[in-house]
């Protein structure tokens, strides 16, 4: 089989560059299908282990599954060579379009070559996902954390890199840390992001999780809730005590984000000295914590 390969672009590679390789896999008319560099045995195409999706809806891919047995596959997938396996290939875009492929018993899919570093792959697989909406809010958190915590971005890149503002990253990380039951609330849809946002800083953010999820509470009726949790009133009471700066609460919000992992700040004002705590959800997290402080 010959190989029509693209050349590479090289690394460093802006934001256009990223976006015009999905924007090309990702056209859906026939009259402008895009036309593919090889088609590749489905067999030798393999996920990427670090996309940041991991749930597929199972009906989404029946209907896709049935669409590419009319049609074929119209798109095709984005893939570099496999850098854990020779011979093979690791897809940058287009999983879903795979495991569609598998499930019509196709034995071969269209690929555009491409050669991506390995933080390339992962800013193609978030800006893929998020232009196409079905990310959920946990997923999309996970793909920012692992932007900045694995390949040093900092939330100013991941705004302008992905075209979303820093607030949008800053509260989109700081799910990650609710506890793991209210994370699977909100993959499976029972809670929204704005619900889980109102409950991170709740004591007990599974109790009161269960309880709007009950209740079928608004986002409103969440936040009122959390504010008026008896164990929130008397945080809330010592908090009133020593009301921080906004300098200081605007450094605790980068740090968090910046982690994935609640930060608190205990400065006063005046004095040069303070202290600095985290607080990490997992023995994942100190590991990864350790990790980061010993690098």
Request: net charge neutral.
């Amino acid at each position: 089989m010959s190989i029509k390969r693209t050349q590479s672009r090289g690394l460093g590679r802006g934001l256009s560059a990223l976006m015009a390789d999905v924007r090309e896999a990702s056209e859906s008319a026939d009259t402008q299908r895009p036309h593919p560099d090889m088609r590749v045995p489905v067999e030798k195409v393999h996920p990427n282990p670090d996309q940041p999706r991991r749930h597929f809806d199972a009906d989404a891919l029946a209907d896709l599954a049935r669409s590419i047995t009319e049609k074929g596959i119209i798109q095709p997938l984005i893939v570099r060579e496999s850098p854990r396996k020779p011979g093979a290939y690791e897809i940058v875009a287009g999983e879903r379009r795979w495991r569609a492929a598998q499930m019509a018993k196709l034995h071969e899919v269209p690929v555009l070559l491409r050669s991506f570093t390995d933080i390339e792959v992962l800013e193609v697989a978030i800006i893929e996902n998020i232009q196409r909406a079905d990310l959920n809010p946990v997923e999309e958190a996970a793909g920012y954390s692992q932007l900045m915590t694995k390949f040093g971005h900092t939330q100013e890149r991941l705004a302008e890199v992905l075209g979303k503002s820093r607030s949008h990253i800053a509260n989109a990380v700081r799910l990650l840390n609710l506890p793991e039951d209210v994370q699977e609330h909100l993959r499976k849809g029972h809670l929204s992001a704005g619900h889980a946002r109102a409950l991170i800083t709740a004591p007990d953010a599974s109790a009161l999780a269960a309880k709007v999820i009950q209740k079928g509470l608004s986002v409103r009726e969440t936040e009122k809730l959390a504010k008026a949790d008896p164990a929130q009133k008397k945080s809330s009471k010592r908090s009133e005590k020593a009301e921080k700066d906004a300098d200081t609460k605007a450094l605790e919000s980068d740090l968090s984000a910046a982690l994935s992992m609640t930060v608190r700040i205990d400065h006063k004002p005046g004095q040069e000295n303070g202290a600095l705590s985290i607080h990490y959800a997992s023995l994942d997290d100190l590991d990864r914590l350790m990790a980061l402080l010993t690098a």
